[in-house]
């Protein structure tokens, strides 16, 4: 454990040594839900009881907040390290080290978690002094949201990893990155709520891995998935974070098969 623990530490570190891009990446999140709520708040009519889709604008506040946090949470920086080290033959000394190599990328993930959370906490802070605090859920909802954000991390985490592991195959890692990008923004549901989409997509959104990136938390947070719906979310969110787990180890064991390393 010492060993995970000081890749945690040398991401946290890392972030900090280059801060400038760090925050610069957590800014364009920052810019897209300043972005969102401006369109929603004209949207839903501000605070004058317009609704849409079972929405209305305080509810919308609060999903999106919890869409931010949700996004802002494992960013591209540790993804971009390991594409780098995959595509330039240097995961060759990652693979000698006497440690897990997926579990160090998910402690590497955790070393930057905590910057991240200081970077919501001030953006959060900021939007309670303008436009005061969101309603909290009650007590089993609230305590049912805080596992499905814990969850979230290393559900994120995985699937970066799976995505980041293409570049055993392909040349380059922006074209991936974009891609998964799109469709999580999509299909978790941090643009534009579940709700909204057409019905068989919707559900299928909704039982999907991607709907505990956002959706999940977001629904409960704002009373939309309460009681065994909420449970049932959050079960969900676990058992897709497992699958992918063990997933990711059988296609670990094969994307080796492809590594190709020059040289001495």
Known sequence: ????????????????????SFLLSLGGVAFQLVALLAVWRVLLGGGSGGQIGGFDWPHMRSYLLVAFASGALVGTFVDFRMSHRIRSGLVALDLVKPVDYQRARLWETIGGVWIELVVVAVVMGVSVAVSGAPDLPPGPELALFLASMVLLVPLKFIMVYVSTLACFWTENYVG?????QAITGLLSGALVPLAYFPGWLATAARWSPFAGLTSTPALIFVGQASGSQAVLLVAAQLAWLLLLWFGARALFGRALRRLTVHGG
Do not use: E
């Open 176 to 180: 991936v990155m974009w891609a998964r």
């Open 1 to 20: 454990m010492r060993a995970y623990r000081a890749y945690a530490r040398a991401t946290a570190l890392s972030a900090l040594a280059y801060r400038g």
